[in-house]
């Protein structure tokens, strides 16, 4: 049984930083994409930053610059790094992972099958 716990959210002002941790277990993928994705209220679940197991990186053009991905491998557990954090990104953020077998799309969110119970960020202007 796979699980994803994220952790590392909270509130922050205006320009500040967190760093977001999803710690994996029970997962057998050789090859995947572990995905970061974000939910406003009121708005549909939007990727946000993807690795792949050779720690490849894709971003959201609204987070590029600001927002980067990582993994610790001996740990199973992958970050996200927020800096320069803004009002618009106040959200429910959500670790997700997927096997490359399928080939899947890697910012499409209904690729995903498996996901955290999310983590909550709130940036204050």
């Known amino acids: 049984q796979v699980q994803l716990v994220e952790s590392g959210g909270g509130s922050v002002q205006a320009e500040g930083s967190l760093r977001l941790s999803c710690a994996a277990s029970?997962?057998?993928?050789?090859?995947?994409?572990m995905g970061w994705f974000r939910q406003a209220p009121g708005k549909e679940r939007e990727g946000v930053a993807v690795i792949d197991s050779g720690d490849s990186g894709i971003y959201a053009d609204s987070v590029k610059g600001r927002f980067t991905v990582s993994r610790d491998n001996a740990k199973k557990t992958w970050y996200l790094q927020m800096n320069s954090l803004k009002p618009e990104d106040t959200a429910m953020y959500y670790c997700?992972?997927?096997?490359?077998?399928?080939?899947?799309?890697?910012?499409?969110?209904?690729?995903?099958?498996?996901w955290g119970q999310g983590t909550q960020v709130a940036v204050s202007s």
């Open positions: 029970g997962f057998t993928y050789s090859t995947y994409y």
């Open positions: 997700a992972i997927v096997s490359k077998f399928w080939r899947p799309c890697p910012m499409t969110t209904s690729e995903y099958n498996y």
